[in-house]
């Protein structure tokens, strides 16, 4: 599963970039998974990220929210579900892809809660609406109704202020960012946004001790935790591999090839990620 076809990869690559380059232009095209009862994923093909929803007799609990210009879609989705009013938001990190309509949801009464590293990039990045009314630290539970949530940081990854939200009631978790099985989102170190491929398998292990059964990625599908546990091994192979070729004397050419090779990497990915690993893994 992790390791994707290789015969794919040029139409990945083309599709990646051809995606990339309409990041937020147009809402996406939306689909709704049930994993439980009372959780549901509403999930569209590679970008904007997922969004879960918990939906109690209390009120409902986001975590991410895709694009502002999303909202309308996902507002008719979550319709057809519930009448229930949102309470909580949960940015699993700063992107907007999973952030950006924080501004309309707290229009309607909900608080929207992320890491304080995640506010903070908010606010370097020049944001001014939609700010997390709360921060995490390390962790924080949130009851909604009769069921608890539970959110943690446990260190650098995808940045360096991503959360997981885990409903261990339910045995899901929802990862974010720090995992991701779309084919055209490969691992993406945001260095700009302090990530780490160094520190993001030693996050992926601390996540995977909690007890859980299906995993809801920041892109893709919902899977079972082994698949996390396999994408873990993946960024440890990721972090070796760069690390080996740099203390090699590599050049920087055989480094990118690799990358798109065995990782499916694209120009985006490069563009974004490979200085930052040639400095980090040295």
């Known amino acids: 599963m992790i390791r994707f076809c290789r015969v794919l ?4 690559v083309l599709l990646s970039s051809r995606a990339m380059a309409q990041f937020g232009t147009e809402p996406a095209v ?27 007799d209390d009120g409902v609990l986001l975590v991410d929210t895709k694009y502002a210009l999303d909202y309308d879609n996902v507002a008719a989705m979550l319709a057809e579900i519930t009448d229930q009013p949102i309470r909580y938001v949960v940015n699993t990190h700063y992107h907007d892809d999973h952030s950006g309509a ?11 809660m992320a890491s304080g590293n ?11 609406e939609g700010l997390p009314n709360v921060t995490i630290e390390d962790f924080v539970s949130v009851h909604i109704g009769d069921t608890r949530v539970d959110l943690y940081y446990f260190g650098r990854a995808h940045t360096d202020g991503d959360v997981v939200a885990h409903f261990p009631d339910h045995g899901v978790l929802a990862a974010g960012d ?7 989102t490969p691992e993406l170190v945001d260095y700009s946004g302090g990530g780490s491929a160094r520190e993001w398998p030693l996050t ?7 007890d859980f059964e299906q995993v809801v990625p ?8 082994a698949d996390m546990a396999g994408f873990r091994d993946e960024t440890a192979r990721l972090a070796e591999m760069v690390q080996s070729m740099n203390r ?3 050049s920087r050419e055989d480094i990118d090839a690799m990358l798109r090779s065995e990782f499916n990497f694209a120009d985006f990915h490069i563009s974004s990620s490979l200085d930052g690993l040639l400095i980090e893994l040295q």
């Open 9 to 12: 990869g040029l139409a990945l």
């Open 30 to 56: 939306l689909d709704l998974v049930r994993v439980t009862d009372d959780i549901y994923v509403i999930h569209n093909d590679f970008v904007p990220g997922n969004i879960t929803v918990l939906v109690t």
């Open 102 to 112: 924080n501004a309309i949801l707290q229009t309607g009464g909900a608080r929207v």
């Open 118 to 128: 995640a506010r903070r990039k908010m606010l370097d990045t020049g944001r001014s």
């Open 178 to 184: 720090i995992y991701a099985n779309d084919p055209g």
């Open 204 to 210: 992926l292990s601390r996540a995977l001790e909690l």
């Open 218 to 225: 920041g892109h893709g599908t919902v899977v079972p935790k």
């Open 248 to 250: 090699a004397g590599r």
